[in-house]
Structures are given as C-alpha cells and as structure tokens.
C-alpha cells in the first residue's frame, strides 16, 4: 500500500459524544488498527492537550497524537517532539499572568493555554500576537500561525507520507482540510466544512472513520477515486 497517513479530529470525528463525554468505539479502535496493520500511518491531530484525548489505550504505541494544533507530537515509541517558536515560553509567561490579574481561571497543556469562552477576555488576549482558537466553549491560546494546517506540515516533515488524508468536523479542522492531500467530513460536521470536502461520509464520528478506512484498504485504483465513489 501507498505510504498514506490518515490525519483525523479526535471530538466528534473520532470520539463521539455522549454522556457527558467521549468515547472512541470499539469497532473504530479496531479498524484504525487494521489500518495501521496494513502499513498505514495514523495521527490523531487535536487542539486539545493529551488528557483531553481518551479511550485510545488500544493504540498506543501504534499511533501519532499531534497534540495542540501540533506543537507537541508524541510518536509511537512515546517519545516527545515540541516545536513551539523560542520566543512563546516568555510570552506565555506574560499571557499567564495577565489572565490571573483579570481573574480568569486557566488550564495549561504542554505548551497551550486554555479558558472558557469569554469574549471580553479574548479581545485582550488578541493584543498580545497570539492565536486564539476557539472551539465550542473551549478556547486555545497558542503561539500566532499555529493552527491544525501547522499539525499537518509537521506530521508530512516527519514521516514524507506519499499522501495525507484528513478528517473532522468542526471549523477549526479547516486549515487541516485544506492542508490534505483528500479533505473529508464526517456526515456531523458543520456546513463549512462540507463545503471544501473531497467527501462527506454517510456515518457520523467514528463511523465515518471506519468507513473511509475500508474505502482505502479495498482501494485497487486511483486513491481519491476510490473515497468519492
């Protein structure tokens, strides 16, 4: 098989939601390792930090995360690649202790900041340079330019994939999209994201993955062919 990475959302691309929570179904768990078993790469790409991606015991050591918009990649040996600019520790720095004089109540990842969605609070943050990634009520704070298109770059840098496919749903999964060789949305994703898919699958979240993975693996032809059809 082609050496193809399979770059996919993790909340309600990969995860569904429901419970309160997310959860990654057993029937995906299982067909992303077939995936992988069948010479594919397969990244999980997220804003989030690693303790906001659950349920994939299964797969570890198996998988890439690109964690936080992809400042952090952890491999599948578990080793840690950060790739944050020089100058984001001290801005950090800055940006922490602005939040806590305003006091607003933050949570840091490895290298991301993340708060509630507040309006006020994000037109101060937008003075101090840095990109404000707002997903549902969750809001990043990351170096500026770093978004999931970043994530992609870093993933084809590290691993010269021959083709990259992603997947997800939500407007924050668009640089991504666009970055792809083959953009797909899940069947739940919002009409912006739709509009510049190569393919929109019938399934909602980990059914859409599992269906575009046999879509591949039966593939004999052209790749893109092979999904659209």
Known sequence: MMKILLAVDYHRTLADERDG????????????LRFINSGGIFAVVTSGAVRHVKGLDALMGRL??????GLIVITPSGSKVINTPADWWQLRSTIKSALTSMGVKFSE???????NYDPSVINTLRTYGVRIEVNRNMV???????????????????????VVIAMG????????????DIAIAVNNAIP?????????TRGNDGDGVVEVINKVLNCRRELLRCIIE
């Open 192 to 200: 912006e994201v739709k509009s510049i898919a190569h393919y929109v």
């Open 64 to 69: 890439f995360m690109a964690l936080e918009n």
């Open 21 to 32: 929570g997310f959860n990654v179904d057993q029937q995906v768990v299982s067909s992303v």
């Open 140 to 162: 990043s704070i990351m170096p500026n330019g770093i978004d999931k298109g970043y994530a992609i770059n870093v993933l084809r840098k590290m691993l010269n994939p021959g």
């Open 109 to 115: 990842g490895e290298a991301s900041l993340f708060i």
């Open 169 to 180: 749903d939500a407007e924050n999964d668009v640089p991504m999209l666009k970055a792809a």
